[in-house]
Structures are given as structure tokens and as C-alpha cells.
């Protein structure tokens, strides 16, 4: 079946745009984690969803970012008034219960210019 | 400052030289281990964890409590094992969820 999936790939952003990254977890999956990975870092924990429950965002760098999963499928991160500092690869994992497996997609990477 | 360490960004190989990826860890307690492998064009993916005690594709990893070390080593390189192997782990105590801490990755080249 399908993996997770993450639109866009690429994103090129003006500094102080407003973007908004999108992951679709594999269906079924409970458990929606979002990353971020800076160029030659690993990837760093930003928050955790459980369904449409955000049960940890203690990762999120700052209020300018913003992270929902409504209907406890489809999960979107949003930042605001991008930084250059927030140029990075995003990526989006899920796993069937919080401690299965963790299937991750391919990433979104953002250029802040 | 807790944290994942992997000591070498590059490690260069030839075919069939043994292999060991360096990882240690700064937690106190007992972290569940893991390393993740991304090859060119590929996702993120699981390798191994320490408490399956398995090897996959050759590759062992053994967790050095005493050390606070997590090696993972192969016998014989492939030219197919050129990637990115990132450790990871969960710190203690666990969270009930999977909230990974990662190191920095060591690239893995291996020549003909």
C-alpha cells in the first residue's frame, strides 16, 4: 500500500511568508510525529500527534509554528513570518500504535530566502 | 546536556572491510536504541533496535551500558550499504510514544 506521503516536496518561501506543509500518514495509523532536520543534523523531534489529539509540541521552535490533525488523518505544520533559520527538511512519520513502527515520508524541504 | 553522539560525519570503506558506525549516548537510565539508515533517493527507515537483538542486513548493533555506547558494526561491506545511518533513541523514562532523539548521522561510503 501507499507510504506516508508529503506535499509539497520543495518550497521556496520569501522571508515572512506564511507556509503550510502537509502529511498524509498511512491510513489507519494512530500516531503523526513531524520532525524537522536542518542541513547535516539529524532529524529533531518538533510534535506528536495522537489521532486529532496533540499530546506533546514541545519541540516546536517557537509560537510561529503551528501543527493540526483535525480529523485524526491528514496533518498539517504551519509557520508564520518564515526566518531563514527555519530552512530545513520537514518530515512527517507514522506508525500504527505509538510505539510501532515508525514509516516516515519523504520530507518537504524549505528554502526561506 | 543529554544527548545522541555519532563522532564521525564520514567513514570511508573498502568492499568487504569490516564496518563499525560509532554512536554513544548521554542519558542516564536505560534509553531504548535504535539506527535508521537512509540511502540516496530514499526515505527514513528502521535498521535495528537493541531490543530485538537481530541483525538485518549483516548489521549488529550490542548496547555497552558501562560505556553508554551503541556500535553498529558489519563484518563485510557492501557497496549497497552506502547511506546515512543515524542513531536514535527513546530517553527514559519511556514516554509511551515513540519521540526519538537523533545524532547528527555518519555517512557511510563504501568503495569497489
Redesign the interface.
Same mark, same amino acid.
Given at each position: 500500500g501507499a507510504g506516508v506521503s508529503q506535499s509539497p516536496r520543495y518550497k521556496v518561501a520569501k522571508r515572512g511568508q506564511d507556509v503550510a506543509l502537509r502529511c498524509d500518514p498511512i491510513s489507519g495509523h494512530v500516531s503523526l510525529f513531524w520532525y524537522q532536520q536542518a542541513l547535516g543534523q539529524g532529524p529533531e523531534f518538533l510534535t506528536y500527534f495522537q489521532n486529532e489529539a496533540q499530546l506533546d509540541k514541545s519541540g516546536l521552535p517557537s509560537d510561529r509554528f503551528f501543527a493540526e490533525r483535525p480529523e485524526g488523518s491528514v496533518s498539517t505544520l504551519k509557520i508564520q513570518r518564515t526566518q531563514q533559520e527555519d530552512s530545513a527538511v520537514y518530515l512527517c512519520a507514522s506508525s500504527h500504535g505509538p510505539r510501532g513502527d515508525l514509516f516516515f515520508g519523504p520530507g518537504t524541504r524549505l528554502t526561506v530566502l | 546536556a543529554q544527548r545522541?553522539t555519532q563522532p564521525e %560525519?564520514l567513514l570511508s570503506v573498502f568492499k568487504g572491510a569490516p564496518v563499525e558506525l560509532k554512536c554513544n549516548y548521554s542519558y542516564s537510565g536505560s534509553p531504548e536504541l535504535f539506527w535508521y539508515v537512509q540511502y540516496s533517493r530514499q526515505? /527514513?527507515? /528502521?535498521l535495528l533496535r537493541h531490543i530485538s537483538r537481530e541483525s538485518i542486513k549483516g548489521f549488529t548493533a550490542d548496547l555497552n551500558k558501562g560505556e553508554t555506547s551503541f556500535h553498529l558494526k558489519k563484518p563485510f561491506a557492501q557497496e549497497e550499504d552506502s547511506a546515512m545511518y #543515524?542513531c +536514535?533513541l527513546i530517553p527514559p523514562p519511556?514516554? =509511551? #510514544?515513540? %519521540? /526519538?532523539?537523533? =545524532? +547528527? =548521522?555518519t555517512r557511510l561510503a563504501v568503495h569497489p
Amino acid at each position: 500500500g501507499a507510504g506516508v506521503s508529503q506535499s509539497p516536496r520543495y518550497k521556496v518561501a520569501k522571508r515572512g511568508q506564511d507556509v503550510a506543509l502537509r502529511c498524509d500518514p498511512i491510513s489507519g495509523h494512530v500516531s503523526l510525529f513531524w520532525y524537522q532536520q536542518a542541513l547535516g543534523q539529524g532529524p529533531e523531534f518538533l510534535t506528536y500527534f495522537q489521532n486529532e489529539a496533540q499530546l506533546d509540541k514541545s519541540g516546536l521552535p517557537s509560537d510561529r509554528f503551528f501543527a493540526e490533525r483535525p480529523e485524526g488523518s491528514v496533518s498539517t505544520l504551519k509557520i508564520q513570518r518564515t526566518q531563514q533559520e527555519d530552512s530545513a527538511v520537514y518530515l512527517c512519520a507514522s506508525s500504527h500504535g505509538p510505539r510501532g513502527d515508525l514509516f516516515f515520508g519523504p520530507g518537504t524541504r524549505l528554502t526561506v530566502l | 546536556a543529554q544527548r545522541v553522539t555519532q563522532p564521525e %560525519k564520514l567513514l570511508s570503506v573498502f568492499k568487504g572491510a569490516p564496518v563499525e558506525l560509532k554512536c554513544n549516548y548521554s542519558y542516564s537510565g536505560s534509553p531504548e536504541l535504535f539506527w535508521y539508515v537512509q540511502y540516496s533517493r530514499q526515505r /527514513l527507515q /528502521l535498521l535495528l533496535r537493541h531490543i530485538s537483538r537481530e541483525s538485518i542486513k549483516g548489521f549488529t548493533a550490542d548496547l555497552n551500558k558501562g560505556e553508554t555506547s551503541f556500535h553498529l558494526k558489519k563484518p563485510f561491506a557492501q557497496e549497497e550499504d552506502s547511506a546515512m545511518y #543515524y542513531c +536514535a533513541l527513546i530517553p527514559p523514562p519511556p514516554g =509511551g #510514544y515513540n %519521540k /526519538l532523539i537523533f =545524532g +547528527a =548521522g555518519t555517512r557511510l561510503a563504501v568503495h569497489p
